[in-house]
């Protein structure tokens, strides 16, 4: 079975995820009390299941986790109908496509000034030079996140996110709480002072966004926020990272992209996502008895669908366990599934496809200069860096 913990696990968890799928079935996992989802059709139906809902742990206001809990059970993503569907509206129309569209030519410039600086240094760091500080630097900016904090942003999401793998330490508990706490005083702030002095961010929009006459409360604004500038970056630079590691270890699979950069850039961005996919793991938790894949799953029970594994089901993908950049058929759910689908996907799409073609134009003869640093953990599957030659 499955150990969520081993270092052998985090460097390559595939042969174990092929061994899950085989099953055929969800399979229940002893040590996290969960049935595992791995295949394509199990992961997606249990996203989609309305009988799976994200619940979050009651909150006690003197309890230790009260900020931590607030910040995730008022948040969209920890939200169920109708309050999911209250604050989806809400945050569809602050956050709509004409909006992300419009931000091409900042996104073009700022990879080209990012790109400019890398060229100098000759060695760098694919996540800290480009990878990282472009979805920061576009969510930022998108929220009106001041930039001379924009340095504060990556520390708190990497504390909090530690609490989404499945045996956080006491440690890892108590940055995360600390992290929390400072985050949401800080939008707090922030929003207090968007109230009266508005501008064009989407704080201020989704400050002022009325629906129905019901405007988002404080908790569910700064929750909203801070989910915005978390998931805004996150996963953009682990989906970048991962992506272009296996790529670069592939003389072969990388090359139609040092070819035709523009060309083959939107369907390897697709792969990048597909082939070591950067959020590897949600759980749900039944509200009502329902069946997934001929699993009866009991009212109360949880189950994880696993992202990663079902990216890699051979009866979806051909050659599943190949990474193909120019691959056409990709119905991947790196994105998620069902109401809880990725609201930042057309955003992170763009980024990707804006700085991925960018860097090949750049440096056609890039390479990985050393071994890759992995970050433990499985649940967000990143490096920690990746030095690459230009
Ligand atoms: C490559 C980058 C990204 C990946 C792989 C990704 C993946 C995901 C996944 C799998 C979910 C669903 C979680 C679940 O079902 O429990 C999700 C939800 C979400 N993502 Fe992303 N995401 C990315 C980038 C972004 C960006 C750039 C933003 C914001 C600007 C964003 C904002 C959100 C939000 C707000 C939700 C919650 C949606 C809801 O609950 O209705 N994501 N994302």
């Known amino acids: 079975m499955i150990d969520f913990q081993s ?19 969800p399979v229940w996992h002893e040590e996290t009390g969960m049935y595992l989802a791995a295949r394509h059709a199990d992961a997606n139906a249990v996203l989609r299941d309305k009988s799976l809902g994200r619940i979050f742990q009651p909150r006690t206001p003197k309890d230790e986790w009260f900020d ?13 109908p109708p309050k999911h569907t209250r604050l989806k509206s809400l945050i569809s129309k602050a956050f709509n496509p004409v909006t992300i569209r419009a931000l091409r030519p900042d996104i073009e410039r700022l990879s080209g000034e990012l790109l400019d600086r890398a060229a100098e240094l000759g060695e760098f760091d694919l996540i800290a030079d480009v990878a990282e500080p472009l979805p920061v630097k576009v969510i930022a900016h998108l929220l009106g996140f001041p930039g001379s904090d924009e340095h504060l942003l990556r520390p708190w999401s990497q504390a909090i996110v530690k609490m989404y793998e499945v045996a956080p330490t006491e440690q890892h508990k108590a940055d995360a709480r600390a992290a929390a706490r400072d985050f949401a005083e800080y939008v707090h702030g922030l929003m207090v002072e968007r109230k009266t002095n508005p501008g064009t961010d ?15 409360n404080a908790h569910e604004l700064i929750a909203t926020c801070v989910l915005l500038l978390n998931a805004g970056h996150e996963a953009s630079v682990n989906g970048f990272g991962n992506g272009a590691v296996a790529a670069l270890s592939r003389p072969v699979t990388v090359q139609p992209l040092r070819d035709d950069p523009r060309g083959v850039g939107p369907s390897a ?11 590897q793991l949600f759980e749900r938790t039944a509200t009502a008895e329902t069946e ?8 109360g029970q949880k189950i994880a669908a696993l992202l990663g594994s079902a990216n890699r089901d051979e009866t979806v993908f051909d050659r599943a366990t190949e990474m193909d950049l120019t691959r056409e058929r990709n119905p991947h759910i790196g994105f998620g599934a069902g109401i809880h689908f990725c609201i930042g996907a057309p955003l992170a799409r763009l980024e990707m496809n804006v700085v991925l073609p960018a860097v090949f134009e750049r440096f056609p003869h890039l390479e990985l200069a050393r071994e890759p640093q992995r970050r433990p953990g499985f649940v967000l599957r990143g490096f920690e860096s990746v030095p690459v030659t230009a």
């Open 68 to 80: 931590f809990n607030w910040l995730h059970a008022d948040s969209i993503l920890d939200s169920e």
């Open 292 to 299: 997934i894949g001929g699993v009866r799953i009991a009212e």
């Open 202 to 216: 989407l704080i201020s929009t989704l400050a002022a966004v009325e629906e129905g006459g019901e405007r988002l």
């Open 7 to 25: 270092p052998e696990f985090h460097s390559d968890p595939y042969p174990a995820l092929a061994e899950l799928r085989a099953a055929g079935k």
């Open 269 to 279: 961005v697709e792969e990048f996502l597909r082939f070591d996919s950067p959020l």
